[in-house]
């Protein structure tokens, strides 16, 4: 189906709302396991970081709820619309939202306040927010693609939130407290990633029902593009594990500098992958829904 203004509208506002949440909540993340490892002016900067995205995401959540309700009136009038954006609400962004709001409030009142077990939990929270609605959601019966789905996100969270946090830490000039940094980081992300890669495709099965489905759908075909951003974000988290932190850890000066370029390329695949999710939940289906 080919887009129109108010479908490419809403996929820039729900790549917003991703990227806001996911690095709200992976930056948090972030603070409560590498905190004592941050020098306390990055860990400053960091707050800041988790505390702009939180506001970000709540915007563009509700920038999403206006600009849909003009989707369903066809101009700009149903944006303002109590009714039309009260249905909006009711369709399934009501829960996704509020819980999404609820943990953004919990993970500001816990970095303000440095409470690490608040802060995990509204992170906890937002993150898994996008279980709440979508295609997982959709599927009967839902719990176990929603659960799948929420650990997914946890482990997207922990690992594309943590790229803004590291690349403060990389210019903070401080070569032995860098290298522990972005080493403690790398031994829990190399568990993360696996179970977020086994958790996506769980889910993937149980919305494409077949492997031919990557081929033979439009659906399968935006996945099957996913797919490989996923595969050359992975190739990068690789490279930086298993080349450059070792040699940041043996005091090689050059590798900081490599390593940022990395993690910007990290930066702008996911922001890729996100596009391309936004994109699918908006104008696209999965064959088991069809």
């Known amino acids: ?124 929270m937002a993150a898994t927010s996008f279980a709440w609605t979508g295609h997982a959601r959709s599927l009967d019966p839902d719990v176990l693609p929603m659960l799948l789905l929420g650990v997914h996100l946890l482990g997207v969270a922990f690992w594309m939130g943590a790229l803004g946090p590291l690349l403060i830490v990389l210019r903070s000039g401080d070569p032995p407290r860098t290298a522990a940094t972005v080493a403690r980081f790398g031994r829990l992300a190399v568990w993360v990633v696996a179970v977020l890669v086994g958790a996506g495709i769980c889910v993937l099965s149980l919305l494409l029902g077949r492997v031919s489905e990557l081929w033979d759908s439009a659906y399968g075909r935006c996945i099957t593009l996913k797919l490989v951003l996923v595969a050359g974000l992975v190739c990068m988290a690789a490279f930086n594990k298993l080349r450059l932190t070792p040699r940041l850890l043996a005091g090689d000066a050059a590798a900081e500098g490599i390593l940022r370029a990395s993690i910007l390329t990290e930066l702008s695949l996911g922001g890729l992958i996100l596009a391309v999710t936004a994109a699918l939940t908006t104008s696209a289906g999965p064959p088991t829904l069809g």
């Open 1 to 124: 189906m080919p887009l129109n203004a108010w479908d490419a509208a809403l996929i820039v506002l729900k790549t917003a709302i991703y990227a806001a949440t996911l690095g709200a909540a992976g930056a948090a993340f972030f603070l409560g396991y590498s905190g004592a490892l941050v020098a306390s002016a990055d860990y400053l900067r960091i707050r800041r970081l988790v505390l702009g995205f939180a506001a970000l995401a709540v915007v563009a959540g509700g920038l999403h709820i206006m600009v849909s309700a003009g989707a369903l009136s066809g101009d700009g009038t149903g944006m303002l619309d109590g009714s039309l954006i009260h249905m909006v609400w009711d369709t399934g962004a009501n829960r996704s939202n509020s819980m999404r709001a609820a943990g953004l409030v919990l993970v500001t009142i816990g970095v303000l306040s440095h409470r690490v077990g608040l802060t995990y939990v509204g992170a906890a």
